[in-house]
């Protein structure tokens, strides 16, 4: 069983960056796409990105392609997400999950989730 733990959430002013991290444990990462969906107040889940196991696969929402970047480290058993030039609408609580299927928002194992607020 794969347990997931987010972290690098927090406030940012529109224009501003953050990093996501999600560590894993209980099962080797290297095996499992990864992922990160997002949840804003008020509204369903959407999937943001999906990283192939040896990351020669990047899959983006329209919504955030050319600003946001995931990445994966096997080796730390992290993926990352960097978010750059973020928007207001980009504020909701951010889920990392495993494994991805695209975009398809389907998942067997997902993190406690960390809140990112974008405002100015």
């Known amino acids: 069983q794969l347990q997931l733990v987010e972290s690098g959430g927090g406030s940012a002013q529109p224009g501003g960056s953050l990093r996501l991290s999600c560590v894993a444990s209980?099962?080797?990462?290297?095996?499992?796409?990864m992922g990160w969906f997002r949840q804003a107040p008020g509204k369903g889940p959407e999937a943001v990105s999906c990283?192939?196991?040896?990351?020669?696969?990047?899959d983006y929402a329209d919504s955030v392609k050319g600003r946001f970047t995931i990445s994966r480290d096997n080796a730390k058993h992290t993926a990352y997400l960097q978010m750059d030039d973020l928007k207001v609408e980009d504020t909701g609580t951010y889920y990392c999950?495993?494994?991805?299927?695209?975009?398809?928002?389907?998942?067997?194992?997902r993190g406690q989730g960390t809140q990112v607020t974008v405002s100015s």
């Open positions: 209980g099962a080797t990462l290297e095996y499992f796409n």
């Open positions: 990283i192939s196991i040896n990351g020669g696969r990047l």
């Open positions: 999950i495993g494994p991805c299927r695209g975009l398809s928002l389907q998942y067997d194992y």
